[in-house]
């Protein structure tokens, strides 16, 4: 499949008729369905479907739209930091977790950005499964991690800040009051907790026995959306400290006890082959 064939397909699937999309690639339309078709041909399958006014994109369209945009992207990335060999200038992209720790990222490349002011970051935010799998296929050079989580296949460095677990509460819940929070505390209360099975199974721990014994409404991807059905006293939030801003609102943070803390980390691929720009970066965060 021809990357010149792939950006036709999305611009088809963006502007959603062949004429619309044959005047933005400044094509006649016969050649471009031409084209559409020969793709549909290499690949044996259905791309979309032509409706009286617009196209229907298909299941397997659909899929070739997201990869095709990754792709796309990673060769834009790609040549971009070739392109810039002799100079100290491209992207680095980061995928960054809810932690404060993001700090070090953020004050790193300002230093590195004040320095060569033509470099650019990219920030992806997004499940760690996911994020990890961009890791994999070269999608992100950097990723910020909070343990616990599997380590073992990629380089990487521990910071010297670690996150602090506790429960996000609406001020008129009960536990709001408390200035700790142990196991026994949180029995009977519905509770949000992270989808990620390896914090699930640290949490596990702190309570001493099976997450069933709680009472536990749903799960969550990213802490601000939970921390609205918090302010509505639906739930309460098991999470990291300092993620969600508390001041001036009806929502509170109380820390576990015995403490719960997480370090940390930095990972990239082994390996990699970095671009002029995240050689700098890893320099820079490495020399800290």
């Not at 380089?155 to 709001?176: C, H, K, T």
């Amino acid at each position: 499949m021809e990357i010149r064939v792939l950006n036709y397909f999305l611009t088809v699937a963006r502007e959603k008729t062949i004429s619309k999309a044959a005047m933005a690639l400044h094509l006649s339309q016969p050649t471009l369905s031409k084209q559409l078709k020969e793709l549909k041909e290499e690949l044996g399958v259905q791309l979309f479907i032509r409706g009286n006014r617009k196209i229907v994109i298909t299941e397997e369209g659909n899929y070739l739209v997201n990869r095709g945009k990754e792709i796309l992207s990673l060769i834009e990335n790609t040549t971009s930091n070739i392109q810039s060999n002799e100079l100290i200038i491209g992207e680095i992209t980061v995928g960054d977790g809810e932690t404060r720790a993001f700090e070090f990222i953020s004050s790193h490349f300002t230093q590195l950005q004040s320095k060569f002011p033509e470099i650019k970051i990219n920030l992806y935010s997004g499940h760690a499964d996911d994020v990890l799998d961009k890791i994999d296929k070269g999608l992100l050079d950097f990723r910020l991690v909070i343990d616990p989580v599997e380590k073992q296949k990629y380089d990487y460095i521990r910071l010297s800040s670690v996150d602090n677990w506790g429960i996000l509460v609406n001020n008129e819940n009960l536990l709001a009051t408390k200035k700790i929070i142990i196991p026994k505390d949180i029995s009977g209360f519905p509770l949000l907790l992270s989808n990620q099975s390896l914090v699930n199974n640290q949490f596990a721990e702190w309570l001493g026995k099976s997450i069933d014994s709680v009472n536990v409404i749903g799960t969550y991807n990213l802490l601000f959306n939970a921390s609205l059905l918090v302010k509505q006293n639906t739930a309460s939030a098991v999470c990291i400290d300092g993620i969600i801003e508390t001041k001036h609102t009806n929502l509170t943070f109380v820390p576990f006890s015995p403490s719960l803390t997480s370090a940390v980390n930095i990972i990239w691929k082994k390996n990699q082959i970095f671009s002029n720009a995240s050689k700098a970066f890893l320099q820079l965060i490495t020399s800290h």
